[in-house]
């Protein structure tokens, strides 16, 4: 009877000390992954740096402004391009948001809007407009 109870809890202990064992090696194994993952967090911080760092050295209006220039053909605004808000028609009462007919210089029957030369120029600031 005692052989057979330390038989028994010979089993056991040897079943316990290879769960702990396989319990042990599989933390060791998440360990170490978690220590990849956090390397390569600490990688892809850096690279979000770096590209921040580029992105704030390209947007600087100077820059912006010298590759607009260099390839848009974009210039700079003339002060005879502003217009004043007396100057902007008013939209007629009837006239609805879907209205495209209500679009200042649409041509008759296409429905498009236009921008060309025939938009009329900004003149001289009005005398009633202060400042």
């Excluded at 770096?50 to 848009?72: G, I």
């Excluded at 296409?110 to 005398?127: F, G, L, M």
Aim: hydrophobic share 45%; with cysteine; proline share 7%.
């Amino acid at each position: 009877m005692i052989r057979a109870i330390n038989l028994a809890m010979l089993a056991l202990t040897v079943t316990i000390c290879f769960g702990l064992y396989r319990v042990t090696h599989a933390a060791q194994e998440r360990a170490q992954d978690l220590r990849k993952i956090e390397g390569e967090i600490t990688e892809e911080a850096r690279a979000i740096d770096v590209l921040k760092a580029e992105w704030t050295h390209l947007a600087q209006p100077s820059k912006v402004q010298a590759m607009a220039t260099r390839y848009l053909g974009l210039e700079p605004m003339k002060a005879t391009q502003v217009a004043y808000l007396n100057d902007i028609p008013m939209r007629p009462k009837e006239a609805r948001l879907s209205d495209i007919e209500a679009i200042p210089f649409s041509k008759d029957g296409e429905h498009i809007p236009v921008y060309d030369d025939s938009a009329p120029v900004p003149t001289a600031k009005p005398a009633s407009v202060g400042r």
